[in-house]
């Protein structure tokens, strides 16, 4: 299709500023919302509070100034059966364009001023030519507005675009597909969004773009992790030698049948002749990092270098000391590389040579002093918190090594479909036995001495608890400060002779493992930390988390945080303290009240972030959403997938 024909310069300019460029894209300029004038209201039956279109001739028309700079204008209007008037605030240099006797259509709710009047109302001024047709007496397309551009321009060209494309344009959906489906054809689904003769026939075609755009992204998608299945990388990794095996003997619990599930399919994807991309979903404490070993055992069994990369020092160094307990009777070589590590540069010298098998670390590990010999497979855990160029960036530190992400951030269906589409998923939907589910609760401010009394009790009973403060700016001083202090007053006062350790992201590594160490080994009984005890970390004698300002903090992130308790088999709880102030912060916190479960959790947060604000979706490639909105249209992006996965085969 080509360029807009018959427009002018001055408004090809104004449409460019809207995304319009060419005849295609200025038939998918889609109306925001339809003005139904297919019947209009008379003015003598209007009374207030109506939602109603009046065609009327302007009887008078005024330009009033207000106080300040402000004007309005006010116009009144007859059709014949009664008058009615109109105001626009603020814009009083409308009153220009209502002159007398001009023909009007005006759309808004009926309110009371001086009588009865609509307020700021839709409107559109008639010209009394042929075109009006377009304007009056139908179902009207109400367009988002460019500058320079009016409602009756984009409706003339729309019209034309129509007429000069009606029967020729190619449509992306395969016709089976449409058949099947019962989706009308392009040109017709394009005329009935612009131009409906009912709102069903619009509701309709809407349907039918939104699966088009759906069904676009679901073939790009499956191409991308087919492609990537049908090239060889030279290295298929051992997957059952001694390391591997060595390892599975010395595990001190049997894997939960869904671990095990997990094991065997990345086994499966390393013994395969096309690179690995696997994203490892499961819920806090499922277990995923004894599921990642396995992958490590296998690459050293290849004789390839392995390295898990951790959003932040504290979880780089859980792992390490975790994973370096496993591997070292192994005969694995295990390092960890964080910006506090001493003798770096030494380290980095013994990676590139090959002498470190196991690499752990923070984004140290992305740094281009850090080189590889011989990177067979990559790790990413907590992967949401990295960038996709932080993670690409690892992965060219090898020869297109396998890579393996985690996330216990579970992942909406409709997210798993498009963001992470290209990767083969992995569900991990099963805890290890003998854990006792977290009941949480919502405290009222007058309550919390409550909450204190029960975590000094555990603490009696030789339990550890968390206490977490949202920081506004974690890098901010006087935030920091705040928190530090109001630490202190805790820990001076109402958990007075327990033994309170404080950590937070701006401690230098060594300090922060300390503590962490300390607090693991049993020597503090409460935690007081900033956020960065969000992911991963893992004390199962733990079983209080006490979350201030709970507000505060996004609907995952509280489930990730909650998610440091309930890890051993003693009964657990959080509390979620301070004033909830919206009714959004009401809601969030009575979801985790009411389920556990890390699925209904990222449901309902996408539901209340709205799908506008879908995090990787800006670097997936996969273009903007225009029309879709994948909580409202789960399903037809359900049926998409189908189509796209048959339409592939075929
Ligand atoms: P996450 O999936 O949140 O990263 P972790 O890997 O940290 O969870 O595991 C949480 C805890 O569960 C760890 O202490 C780990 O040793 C333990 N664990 C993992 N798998 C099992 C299992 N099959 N049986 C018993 N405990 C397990
Ligand atoms: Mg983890």
Redo the contacts with the bound molecule.
């Keep these: 299709m080509g360029v807009l024909p018959g427009i002018g310069p001055k408004r090809v300019e104004a449409l460019a500023g809207v995304g319009v460029r060419t005849l295609e894209e200025l038939l998918r300029y889609f109306p925001r919302a339809y003005s139904d004038r297919r019947s209009m209201a008379r003015i003598a039956d209007v009374a207030e509070g109506d939602v109603v279109t009046v065609e009327a001739t302007v009887l008078k028309s005024r330009h009033i100034r207000m106080r300040g700079r402000m004007s309005m204008a006010e116009i009144t209007v007859s059709d014949g059966s009664g008058e009615l008037k109109a105001t626009f605030f603020g814009r009083g240099f409308l009153a220009r364009a209502f002159s007398e006797d001009k023909r009007v259509v005006l759309t808004g709710t009926v309110s009371q001023y001086q009588g009865l009047a609509i307020k700021n109302p839709e409107y559109e001024i008639l010209s009394g030519d042929e075109e009006d047709r377009l304007n009056t007496g139908c179902i009207v397309p109400v367009y988002p507005l460019a500058e320079n551009v009016t409602q009756r321009y984009l409706r003339r060209w729309i019209r034309s675009a129509l007429d000069a494309v009606s029967g020729e344009s190619v449509d992306p959906l395969p016709e089976s597909v449409r058949r099947e489906r019962g989706f009308p054809p392009l040109g017709s689904a394009l005329r009935s969004i612009h131009f409906p003769k009912s709102e069903e026939e619009a509701q309709a075609a809407r349907r039918r773009v939104i699966y088009e755009e759906l069904f676009a992204i679901q073939l790009q998608v499956l191409k991308a992790r087919a492609k990537r299945r049908s090239e060889p990388n030279q290295r298929r990794h051992v997957v059952d030698g001694p390391t591997l095996n060595a390892f599975t003997q010395s595990?001190?619990?049997?894997?939960?049948a869904a671990?095990q599930k997990a094991v065997d399919e990345i086994l499966a994807d390393m013994e395969a002749s096309w690179p690995m991309a696997r994203l490892i979903q499961?819920?806090?404490?499922?277990?995923?990092?004894?599921?990642?070993v396995h992958a490590i055992a296998a690459a050293r069994d290849g004789g390839f270098q392995s390295a898990v990369m951790a959003p932040t020092e504290i979880l780089a160094e859980?792992h390490h000391r975790?994973m370096k307990a496993w591997l070292d009777p192994l005969g694995i070589r295990v390092a960890l590389l964080t910006g506090s590590t001493k003798g770096a540069a030494a380290l980095r010298g013994s990676i590139a040579e090959g002498d470190i098998d196991l690499v752990i670390g923070t984004h140290a590990l992305i740094q281009k002093a850090t080189g590889f010999q011989r990177l067979g497979l990559v790790i990413v855990?907590e992967q949401h918190r990295f960038g996709v160029a932080q993670r690409l960036a690892l992965t060219q530190k090898g020869a297109q090594p396998d890579i393996l992400h985690?996330t216990?951030t579970p992942i909406p269906r409709s997210l798993a479909l498009t963001v992470y589409g290209a990767m083969d998923l992995t569900l991990?939907d099963e805890l290890?036995?003998?854990r006792t589910p977290v009941t949480t609760r919502k405290v009222i401010p007058s309550k919390e001495a409550a909450v204190y009394n029960h975590i000094k009790k555990a603490a009696g009973q030789g339990f550890q608890a968390y206490v977490v403060c949202p920081l506004v700016e974690e890098s901010e001083e006087t935030s920091l400060r705040a928190a530090t202090a109001h630490f202190e007053d805790l820990a001076n006062g109402v958990l007075a002779g327990l033994r309170v350790g404080l950590i937070h992201g701006r401690m230098p590594g060594p300090a922060k493992e300390e503590i962490m160490n300390r607090f693991k080994a049993g020597d503090i009984d409460i935690l007081l930390s900033t956020t960065v005890i969000e992911v991963?970390v893992?004390v199962?004698n733990a079983t209080t988390m006490v979350i201030e300002d709970a507000a505060q903090f996004g609907l995952t992130q509280l489930h990730q945080l909650r998610?440091r308790v309930g890890?051993g088999a003693n009964e657990s709880r959080c509390y979620l303290l301070g004033k909830t102030k919206t009714p959004e912060g009401r809601k969030r916190l009575d979801i985790l009240c009411e389920t556990n479960d890390g699925f209904v959790i990222a449901e309902e947060d996408l539901k209340l972030r709205g799908s506008g604000e879908i995090y990787g979706w800006k670097q997936s490639g996969l273009g903007d959403l225009r029309m879709a909105d994948l909580t409202r249209d789960a399903r037809l992006l359900a049926l998409a997938r189908e189509d796209a996965e048959v339409a592939l085969q075929s």
């Design positions: 595990l001190p619990f049997p894997l939960t671990q499961g819920d806090v404490g499922c277990g995923k990092t004894v599921v990642a859980q975790t855990d985690m216990a991990i290890p036995p003998g991963g893992d199962p998610g890890r």
